[in-house]
Structure formats: C-alpha cells, structure tokens
C-alpha cells in the first residue's frame, strides 16, 4: 500500500515503485474473496461447535441470530479485520496505487511467511500433539517468524520509504498517501496485540511443569483466533 503521489520526490524512490510485477495485482485479486468466504466458513465452524455441543439443536430463527451474536463477540477482531481488508486493503491495493509500489506490495506479502507455523500449531492441537517436541519448536518459530514478518513489518516499510525517498522516518506519516497510514495504524496493532498473546502462550508452555495440560500450549488460545489469515492485501 505504499506509493507515492508526488512527483516532485527525489528521484531515486521512483527506482523502488515504479517497478511492476504480474503476481502482484493476481495475488491481491486471489486473497480478496477468501477473506469474504472466510467470514462466512468460521460461522459455519463456531455453529458447527454449538450445535456439538448441544446449544444450537432447535435450528430456528432465534437460534440462527443467537449464534451470529456469539460469533460476532467471538471473532469480532477478525471479522473487522477481514471487512477492512475487502472494503479499503483491496481498492487501495489495486486500484488506488495506481500500478505503483510493488516492491511494498511484496513486503506485506511476507506476512504470510509466518502462516504455515500458525496453522501447524492448530493442527497438533487438535490431534492432541500440545506436549510434543515438535509442537515446542513451532511454536518457538511461530514467534519469531511472527514478530519479524508482522510485527516489526510496518516500522520497516516507514523505515524503507524514508531511505529510498532520502526524508527522515518520522516525515514519511507526512509525506506518505494517507491510506498507508490509515491501513498500518489499523492493522499493526492487531499484530501486537496477537503478538502478545503468543508471548503469553509462549510464557506459560516454558514455565509451566505440566506441558501436558492443553492450557499452557504456546498456541491453544492463540490459534482459535490467529488463523491464516491476517495480512494479506494490506
């Protein structure tokens, strides 16, 4: 999401933005309708539990709102999130860019670099493998591929836009569209806040004398709300 609109900036940041590549725009255009169908498939998994649990067996219209009320209290960080990502992360990405800015484009994709830990630690979980060595050592590069692709991925791009448009880090808030400050002031601290829980899960695995006890997982409560999903067009 970080392009620039004035021409006047120094000529060496058009080295860095004007660059394009194909898998940019087709990547943007493939993410996007997941986070739609996405919203919809985690209602049909929270329903799914409901009705499992025995909460949801009168099927009525009643029951139907109940469990949209539930989910939405459940999951409404990640509905926001996804809601944010189609209504404002996809124009701006593809169209409000205006072509330009593929090389940050890229760099946000790396977020996704930390997805398959997050999704293996659901995985083990739910074949009860929370006390393995294997589920310790993904959780261990579960944290630090998340702090280094999420966490610290929003102060790099400032960081970036600075050198390449030879300006101080804090003038780039200043200088930079108002729709990538818009979209990191939103979407970062949803990273550190999912970052910190993973530190606490992280805490409590390391800490605890019963790593069998589903509880002190580095990813039990972390992985019912980090999904792969976050960033993908922001």
């Not at 701006?92 to 330009?100: E, N």
Request: charged share 10%; net charge positive.
């Amino acid at each position: 999401m970080f392009w620039t609109d004035n021409s006047d900036l120094h000529c060496n940041i058009i080295l860095c933005i004007s660059p394009q590549h194909w898998l940019t725009n087709t990547y943007i255009l493939f993410a996007t309708p997941y986070f739609a169908y996405d919203i919809y498939a985690m209602f049909l998994c929270y329903r799914h539990k409901l009705q499992v649990k025995g909460h949801g067996e009168d099927g009525g219209v009643r029951s139907m709102g109940a469990a949209v009320a539930g989910y939405l209290r459940q999951e409404l960080l990640m509905v926001l999130h996804h809601i944010f990502m189609v209504a404002f992360c996809f124009p701006a990405s593809l169209f409000w860019r205006q072509g330009k800015g593929d090389y940050f484009q890229g760099i946000l994709f790396l977020a996704e670099f930390s997805t398959p830990f997050v999704s293996l630690g659901k995985v083990l979980i739910q074949y009860k493998k929370q006390h393995t060595l294997l589920h310790k050592v993904n959780g261990v590069l579960m944290l630090l591929t998340f702090f280094g692709c999420r966490v610290l991925l929003f102060p790099y791009l400032y960081y970036a836009y600075s050198r390449y448009a030879s300006i101080p880090v804090y003038a780039v808030p200043l200088v930079a569209p108002w729709q990538c400050n818009l979209g990191a002031a939103l979407l970062w601290p949803l990273q550190l806040y999912w970052f910190t829980l993973i530190c606490r899960g992280a805490l409590r695995l390391f800490t605890s004398t019963n790593c069998l006890n589903p509880s002190h997982s580095i990813t039990t409560h972390q992985a019912e709300q980090i999904s792969p999903r976050t960033v993908r067009t922001n």
